[in-house]
């Protein structure tokens, strides 16, 4: 028998669902559904805006991504929501719970229970936020261009 390890404790009460995606015909699989990659390719763009949004900084990347569960999935047509929670702040990084809902079956699509962003400075190296706590304004986005 497969084992499946339990899950972590959930914290979906506060994750806002504000991105939507429309499933068209060149997001699906050889099945006829939502192909995977298409859908970790909108999480990690979204993860990103979510990080810069954090960290205020734009120069920030994808360090670490934990066991990604598939546990349904979507048609063409369907319309499908993403949600992200920021779970700890480090000194350069910061990580996010991710979950993705079929918004017509309403059904979770799957969940990631932690996405790691690393925030970056000129040279590339990591680079210290100085935050602890989340924002839910825009207080902290980047105004300047990058170098
Ligand atoms: C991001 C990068 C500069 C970090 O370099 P590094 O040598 O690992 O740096 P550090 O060891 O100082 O770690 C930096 C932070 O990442 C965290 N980190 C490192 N490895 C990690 C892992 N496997 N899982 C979770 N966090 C990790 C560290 O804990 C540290 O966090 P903190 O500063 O908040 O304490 C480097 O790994 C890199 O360039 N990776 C490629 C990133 C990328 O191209 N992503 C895909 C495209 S966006």
């Not at 390890?5 to 099945?31: M, Q, Y």
């Not at 990580?95 to 040279?123: C, H, Q, Y």
Request: overall charge negative; proline content about 5%; cysteine-free.
């Amino acid at each position: 028998m497969a084992e499946h390890s339990s899950p972590p404790p959930r914290d979906s009460v506060e994750i806002n669902f504000r991105t939507r995606k429309w499933v068209r015909p060149e997001d699906l699989n050889a099945n006829g559904t939502l192909f995977g990659g298409s859908l970790l390719k909108w999480i990690d763009e979204e993860a990103t805006i979510y990080a810069i949004v954090q960290l205020g900084n734009r120069r920030v990347v994808t360090k670490f991504m934990s066991e990604i569960n598939f546990v349904s999935s979507a048609v063409q047509g369907d319309v499908i929501e993403m949600g992200l929670h920021a779970t700890a702040f480090g000194t350069s990084s910061m990580t996010m719970r991710a979950e993705v809902r079929n918004m017509i079956t309403r059904k979770s699509i799957l969940t990631v229970d932690r996405i790691v962003f690393v925030g970056l400075n000129e040279e590339g190296q990591p680079f210290p936020h100085g935050f602890t706590e989340i924002t839910y304004d825009r207080d902290r986005m980047p105004q300047e261009p990058l170098a």
